[in-house]
C-alpha cells in the first residue's frame, strides 16, 4: 500500500536507498543483484527492500525462486501531489531544465550555470506549502529525495529569497522577492506571477472552512 507524502519522503531519505532506487529504476533488479552491486549483505538488502516496498516505492514480482524489484515510477512522480501545490512555471526554458536534471524527481546534477540552477531551485520550491514551518530536518527530508547535497540546495533556496530562515524555521516567502537586474536574468519568465500563485494555493487551501 502507498504511504502518504511525508513518509514516503523520510523513507526514501536515505543514501542506500536512494542509490536502490537507482538502481532499479533503470531496470528490474533482483535481491542478488542489488547487494552485487552496492557491496552489501543480503540481509541489508532485505531490509531495506521490505521498507521500500511497504510504502510503495518499489513493487516486487515473483520471478522462479528469485523476487524483481522495480521503481514505482508514477508513485514517485505523484509525491506532493495530494497536497496544495502550483503547477510547474509555464516557461519553455524551465520545461528544458526540468528535463534535463531531473529523472523521476531526482537531480543527475547541480546545474553550473546560475539561470539553469535557478530553474532548478523554481521545480524544487513546488515541494514545499506557504504558510507553514519547517525544521531543517524537514527541509532536508524534502530536498534529499531529489540529490544528496541538501546543504547547498538549502542555502541556495534561501540566497534567491525562495525561503526564509529565522531561529532555525524556514518558511516559503510571504511575498514574490523583488528582483535586481542581474537576477531577472537569471530567474524563469514569470516567476513573480508563478510564485505568488504558488503562495495563494497554499494558503486558500489552509484558511478556515477551505
Same mark, same amino acid.
Request: glycine letters at 6%; aromatic letters at 6%.
Given at each position: ?7 514516503? @519522503?523520510?523513507? *526514501?531519505?536515505?543514501?542506500? +536507498?536512494?542509490?536502490?532506487?537507482? !538502481? #532499479? ?6 535481491? %542478488? ?73 531526482? @537531480?543527475?546534477? *547541480?546545474?553550473?550555470?546560475? +539561470?539553469?540552477?535557478?530553474?532548478? !531551485? #523554481? ?6 506549502? %506557504? ?80
Amino acid at each position: 500500500m502507498a504511504a502518504d507524502a511525508v513518509t514516503l @519522503l523520510k523513507t *526514501i531519505a536515505d543514501e542506500t +536507498r536512494l542509490k536502490i532506487l537507482g !538502481l #532499479v529504476a533503470s531496470e528490474p533488479k533482483t535481491g %542478488a543483484e542489488l547487494a552485487e552491486a552496492l557491496k552489501l549483505s543480503a540481509p541489508t538488502i532485505s531490509h531495506h527492500m521490505k521498507r521500500l516496498s511497504e510504502v510503495g516505492i518499489v513493487t516486487v514480482t515473483p520471478d522462479g525462486n528469485r523476487r524483481l524489484y522495480r521503481l514505482n515510477s508514477e508513485l514517485l512522480r505523484s509525491v506532493g501531489a495530494d497536497g496544495p501545490q502550483a503547477p510547474a512555471l509555464d516557461d519553455p526554458y524551465q520545461a528544458k531544465v526540468v528535463r534535463t536534471f531531473f529523472i523521476n524527481g531526482r @537531480l543527475t546534477a *547541480i546545474p553550473a550555470k546560475r +539561470r539553469a540552477r535557478v530553474a532548478v !531551485l #523554481v521545480e524544487l520550491l513546488r515541494r514545499f506549502e %506557504a504558510g507553514r514551518d519547517y525544521t531543517e530536518p524537514e527541509v532536508n527530508d524534502l530536498l534529499r529525495p531529489a540529490h544528496d547535497d541538501v546543504a547547498f540546495l538549502r542555502r541556495e533556496l534561501v540566497d534567491y529569497r525562495y525561503l526564509t530562515r529565522s531561529g532555525g524555521i524556514y518558511r516559503v516567502v510571504d511575498a514574490p522577492p523583488e528582483r535586481d537586474a542581474n537576477e531577472r536574468q537569471e530567474v524563469p519568465a514569470g516567476e513573480s506571477a508563478w510564485l505568488g500563485a504558488l503562495i495563494r494555493s497554499s494558503l486558500n487551501a489552509t484558511a478556515p472552512g477551505a
